[in-house]
């Protein structure tokens, strides 16, 4: 399966700006990178996914390395919804089209 | 639109007792999924059902099994409960396998085995 490394946890201020890095280096080509998020007590909910290009939606943007070796999730201003784990999967031939999800990071935000 | 339902949302069990869990979805998804979360770790995947008709194994499938019983609904059995199957069961739905498909997930349900 593919790896991906996140750090454990990370901590914000509200409204600012959180960028959560992920690492992919045995990423394939054909893999895709998404994130999920995990708030307390519920299911994961999709977040973002992308290919190669950058990627914006309503929740977040998604910023691909251009090695594609690593990945950044960055959510513009957060907010104390945001707190939740924050989970980076491939997905692709490789992973047999299926996630896996490692141990993401918990994200804090401070008032 | 409900999107995943899961039944029931708490259950206890004594060791090798039985259950099964049930989930359906209604946004007519061709992909179904079990996963397991233990504390403080990510989804696992048990199961999956990549269209109506077929089933197959996921990371950790010993101890389960699943029935596609139509396009909706995609159901968990444990024969004979352990301590070890306590967690939290996830199902989750997906239009397709494609890679870039998402998957819309359950509110969950929360076993604990005695």
């Known amino acids: 399966d593919a790896k991906t490394t996140q750090p454990n946890s990370m901590e914000s201020n509200e409204e600012e700006p959180v960028h959560l890095p992920c690492n992919h280096s045995t990423i394939s080509g054909t893999d895709y990178i998404h994130w999920y998020r995990q708030l307390p007590s519920q299911g994961p909910e999709y977040v973002i996914h992308g290919l190669t290009s950058n990627v914006n939606n309503r929740m977040a943007s998604l910023a691909i390395a251009e090695d594609r070796k690593s990945s950044t999730l960055i959510l513009h201003r957060a907010t104390l919804r945001d707190a939740a784990v924050y989970y980076c999967i491939l997905r692709g031939p490789n992973t047999g089209n299926q996630f896996y999800f490692g141990t993401g990071t918990s994200l804090t935000v401070i008032p | 639109n409900a999107g995943v339902t899961q039944t029931p949302k708490f259950q206890v069990l004594k060791t090798g007792q039985s259950m099964t869990l049930q989930c359906a979805q209604d946004?007519?998804?061709?992909?179904m999924y079990w996963y397991r979360q233990d504390p403080g770790m990510g989804l696992r995947l048990i199961y999956y059902?990549?269209?109506?008709?077929?089933?197959d194994k996921g990371e950790v499938p010993n101890g389960y099994n699943v029935s596609r019983l139509n396009k909706r609904e995609f159901s968990l059995r444990l024969e004979s409960a352990a301590p070890s199957q306590t967690s939290v069961y996830f199902c989750?739905?997906?239009?397709?396998?494609?890679?870039?498909?998402?998957?819309?997930f359950g509110p969950g349900t929360r076993l604990t085995v005695l």
């Open positions: 059902s990549a269209s109506e008709g077929t089933t």
């Open positions: 946004m007519n998804h061709n992909s």
């Open positions: 989750a739905s997906s239009p397709g396998g494609s890679a870039t498909m998402r998957q819309f």
